[in-house]
């Protein structure tokens, strides 16, 4: 059932048709099974509301509170490509991480304990993150202004060997991040 729902809401924000009957269903349905989603199904239900910007906030407080005990979970091994379409969006094995942020971030949802897990989580995996997942995540914590040293850190020490690999918007994304937190960083 969480797959239903996930595939459906990601489809809708594919094809940027904000229905918001629909969406105020599969958000209730969401609610009733939250438990039983896995992380990218939290991530890309999260994605599916901030691609479309449907600021539903209990959903979002409740995907929020249900990804923080799981955050050990996000970019684990054992998640990576259980949603075939994930595979589509080319982010690469943590995009879990970096598209919940992302999506908190684009709704403009400020959830510090979410962000504080998720920082620690991303740091943990950094190496693992393709520069997509590193702009998105620095873009994130630039755009709610929450300037986490420790992870501004760890995005700029895994950016530098990827640096070949960014393409333009990585590249203007994380660039913008570390500038707008005021953040000077030196290899």
Same mark, same amino acid.
């Given at each position: 059932?969480?797959?239903?729902?996930?595939?459906?809401? @990601?489809?809708? %924000?594919? =094809?940027?048709?904000? #229905?918001? *009957? /629909?969406? +105020? !269903?599969? &958000? $209730?349905?969401?609610?009733?099974?939250?438990?039983?989603?896995?992380?990218?199904?939290?991530?890309?239900?999260? @994605?599916?509301? %901030?691609? =479309?910007?449907?600021? #539903?906030? *209990? /959903?979002? +407080? !409740?995907? &929020? $509170?249900?990804?923080?005990?799981?955050?050990?979970?996000?970019?684990?091994?054992?998640?990576?490509?259980?949603?075939?379409?994930?595979?589509? =969006?080319?982010?690469?094995?943590?995009?879990?991480?970096?598209?919940? &942020?992302?999506?908190?971030?684009?709704?403009?949802?400020?959830?510090?304990?979410?962000?504080?897990?998720?920082?620690?989580?991303?740091?943990?995996?950094?190496?693992?993150?393709?520069?997509?997942?590193?702009?998105?995540? &620095?873009?994130?914590?630039?755009?709610?202004?929450?300037?986490?040293?420790?992870?501004?850190?760890?995005?700029?020490?895994?950016?530098?060997?990827?640096?070949?690999?960014?393409?333009?918007?990585?590249?203007?994304?994380?660039?913008?991040?570390?500038?707008?937190?005021?953040?000077?960083?030196?290899?």
């Amino acid at each position: 059932m969480p797959q239903d729902l996930v595939t459906t809401s @990601w489809s809708f %924000a594919m =094809l940027e048709m904000r #229905d918001l *009957p /629909l969406f +105020d !269903a599969i &958000a $209730a349905s969401s609610h009733r099974i939250l438990l039983d989603f896995g992380p990218q199904h939290l991530a890309l239900s999260a @994605w599916a509301l %901030a691609t =479309l910007f449907v600021r #539903d906030c *209990p /959903l979002i +407080d !409740a995907i &929020a $509170a249900c990804a923080m005990p799981k955050i050990a979970e996000f970019g684990s091994p054992a998640c990576v490509g259980t949603v075939a379409y994930v595979e589509s =969006l080319g982010v690469g094995p943590c995009q879990d991480l970096s598209i919940l &942020a992302w999506s908190f971030a684009a709704l403009g949802v400020f959830n510090r304990p979410l962000l504080a897990a998720l920082s620690s989580a991303s740091i943990s995996k950094m190496r693992q993150f393709s520069p997509q997942n590193l702009s998105n995540t &620095a873009w994130a914590v630039a755009n709610l202004r929450y300037p986490d040293g420790p992870l501004l850190d760890a995005i700029a020490e895994a950016s530098v060997p990827l640096m070949a690999n960014f393409d333009g918007q990585n590249l203007a994304n994380t660039s913008w991040a570390f500038a707008k937190l005021a953040v000077t960083n030196t290899p």
